[in-house]
């Protein structure tokens, strides 16, 4: 594993360890986050959308009901703005 990919992936479980917190603040996190410098924001847009796509294609045998509204509803994103346009340009 490179050390992109490692850093990619020690993010994601570092986000998933605050998550599991009881009484993470999404409203919070979010006003942090935008006060954050603007290509940023579109970085981490960037990374949400990819997130999305991939619980989009995630397989029924990794999907239950406490995951459930999170595919439905990502389908329904992707669906929506299209497969293509998942992918935001880096300015």
């Given amino acids: ?3 992109r990919e ?3 992936r020690e993010t994601a479980r570092n ?7 009881m009484g993470f603040d999404v409203d919070i996190f979010a006003d942090e986050l935008l ?7 579109q970085t981490a847009f960037g990374a949400f959308l990819a997130t999305v796509k ?8 990794r999907s239950d009901a406490r995951n459930e509204f999170t595919v439905v509803e990502s389908r329904k994103i ?6 293509y346009n998942l992918r935001v340009p880096f300015i």
Avoid: F, K
Wanted: net charge negative; glycine share 2%.
């Fill in 1 to 3: 594993m490179d050390e």
């Fill in 6 to 8: 490692e850093r990619a």
């Fill in 15 to 21: 986000l998933a360890s605050a998550l599991n917190e």
């Fill in 35 to 41: 006060r954050q410098h603007r290509t940023l924001q």
């Fill in 54 to 61: 991939a619980w989009a294609a995630l397989a029924p045998s």
């Fill in 78 to 83: 992707v669906e929506c703005i299209g497969q």
